[in-house]
């Protein structure tokens, strides 16, 4: 199991903060003054719904339907994660479709030029990913294997002390 980024729900409050934080780790400047709106592509999208916000992001799936149906591909694990490597990437779209979280996003970046766009955890950040250090609310969290088999082994002895 890989590592991802779960979002609860009860504690978002809709700031977009993680998208914020999230396009500004992957710019070459890391200056959040420099974010133009044509730039402003996140890899983590905050979905509201009325009275509910909550941001939708890569689960870093194990089978990773993105990467499978991928014609050239692009897509492919990487240590701990789905990473797309955007010299392949032809902007088929094709991930999206596949992907059941609604996590990819194909973008024009210049000129006719595309990128498929997801979660890749901040790879090239030592602090992990920029969307959890900055919620303020703390609704995000990078969950690793161990950390989900002590939640899931502690829903079951709940349900057994029913």
């Not at 979002?7 to 978002?12: F, P, S």
């Not at 303020?136 to 082994?153: G, K, N």
């Amino acid at each position: 199991m890989n590592r991802f980024i779960v979002a609860e729900a009860n504690k978002c409050i809709g700031c977009r903060t993680c998208e914020v934080a999230c396009v500004v780790s992957h710019q070459a400047s890391q200056d959040c003054s420099e974010v133009s709106p044509e730039a402003f592509q996140p890899r983590i999208r905050v979905v509201k719904t009325g009275m509910l916000s909550t941001a939708a992001v890569c689960r870093q799936c194990e089978d990773a339907p993105c990467g499978a149906v991928c014609p050239t591909q692009a897509i492919s694990r990487r240590n701990d994660f789905v990473f797309v490597d955007q010299a392949r990437c032809i902007g088929c779209k094709t991930c999206m479709v596949a992907c059941p979280y609604g996590a990819m996003e194909v973008v024009t970046v210049a000129a006719h030029q595309v990128q498929a766009l997801k979660c890749d955890l901040c790879w090239h950040r030592d602090a992990g990913p920029a969307c959890v250090e900055a919620c303020p609310t703390s609704a995000l969290r990078c969950m690793d294997p161990q950390q989900l088999e002590q939640i899931s082994a502690e829903k079951r002895r709940r349900a057994a002390a029913w």
